[in-house]
C-alpha cells in the first residue's frame, strides 16, 4: 500500500519530475544524499530551515519504498 503524502509534492510539470517538499524547491533526493553522508536530522534542518523533522522523516521514508519500475 501507498502512504499519502502529506508533505511531498510529485509532479511531472515541477522540478523536473522530482519528488520535493511542499513549499519548497528541496528534493527528497537532496535529503536522502544529506543523510547518507551521516548529516543529521537537525543538521538538515540547520542547512535548511525551512525544513521540518516531520518533512526528512516523510523524505526519508519515502526514499525506502519507491516503486521499482522495470
Given amino acids: 500500500m501507498l502512504k499519502n503524502w502529506t508533505r511531498i509534492i510529485c509532479d511531472p510539470k515541477m522540478m523536473d519530475g522530482k519528488p520535493f517538499i511542499r513549499g519548497s ?3 527528497v533526493g537532496t535529503i536522502v544524499d544529506l ?3 551521516g ?3 537537525a543538521d538538515i534542518i540547520k542547512i535548511h530551515p525551512d525544513l521540518e523533522t516531520e518533512d526528512v522523516k516523510e523524505a ?5 519504498r519507491q ?4
Wanted: charged share 10%; no cysteine.
Fill in 35 to 37: 543523510a547518507s553522508t
Fill in 39 to 41: 548529516t543529521t536530522t
Fill in 60 to 64: 526519508l521514508w519515502s526514499a525506502g
Fill in 67 to 70: 516503486e521499482v519500475k522495470p
Fill in 25 to 27: 524547491s528541496i528534493t
